[in-house]
């Protein structure tokens, strides 16, 4: 398996609070993703990282912020968690060699009550 | 805006015979496709890729097909079998390493039937 975790693996929160959940990888990769995924909507790009303190915002990136400070870690944190992000988040980390895949973490599950 | 489309959202296959899964792209600037395949709790796992400057590539039971002209690939998996049940996703970049969003179809839930 890819060096990569997830943590917390399941989360419970309230509407209103913020929640920050976190990746981390020991393969050095440069490029880190963070991902959702909804019944009828597959996987779709929250924020993505080209290296520390490199990032930009993917196709649903509205409530969301990220940062990188280290090369192994990449934060996604939800200012201010509404119903609406109850999800199952995935980080995803991808390396610059040619003709390789993205690996993805086990996943957060996190309801927003 | 779709730009990648996996429009079946479920299939079933007897074990043996062959599960085809189909995926459709809009963006002509996609050059690289991979299939991922997802079994509940789990991560995604990665199955099979393929660059645009080829049409097919094998990887045991797995074989993907690229018809650039139709922006359309698929993965067919034979014979299928009852641990093949999951959820198949198409994956397409513009680039074959990671200095490019990976942009996700909506996934089909294919069950093999014993």
């Known amino acids: 398996d890819a060096g990569i975790t997830q943590s917390p693996r399941h989360k419970v929160t309230e509407t209103g609070t913020p929640v920050t959940l976190r990746c981390h990888q020991t393969?050095?990769?440069?490029?880190m993703y963070w991902y959702r995924q909804d019944p009828g909507h597959g996987l779709r790009l929250i924020h993505y990282?080209?290296?520390?303190?490199?990032?930009d915002k993917g196709e649903v990136s509205d409530g969301y912020s990220v940062s990188r400070s280290k090369t192994e870690d990449f934060l996604l944190t939800l200012e201010s968690a509404t119903s609406s992000q109850t999800s199952v988040y995935f980080c995803?980390?991808?390396?610059?060699?040619?003709?390789?895949?993205?690996?993805f973490g086990q996943g957060t599950r996190l309801t927003v009550v | 805006d779709q730009q990648v489309k996996q429009n079946s959202p479920s299939l079933s296959v007897q074990e043996g015979r062959i599960s085809i899964l189909n995926c459709d792209y809009t963006?002509?600037?996609?050059?690289?496709f991979l299939w991922y395949k997802k079994y509940p709790a789990e991560g995604p796992t990665f199955l099979i890729s393929?660059?645009?400057?080829?049409d097919k590539n094998e990887d045991g039971r797995f074989t993907v097909f690229l018809n650039k002209s139709a922006k359309h690939l698929s993965l067919h998996i034979v014979p299928s079998q009852p641990g093949d049940s999951a959820v198949y996703f198409c994956?397409?970049?513009?680039?074959?390493?990671?200095?490019?969003?990976?942009?996700f179809g909506t996934g089909t839930r294919l069950t093999i039937i014993p």
């Open positions: 963006n002509s600037m996609f050059d690289y």
């Open positions: 393929i660059s645009s400057i080829k």
């Open positions: 994956a397409a970049s513009a680039t074959n390493f990671g200095n490019e969003k990976l942009t």
């Open positions: 393969e050095n990769h440069r490029y």
């Open positions: 995803a980390i991808w390396s610059d060699r040619l003709n390789t895949e993205a690996f």
């Open positions: 990282s080209y290296g520390v303190k490199d990032t």
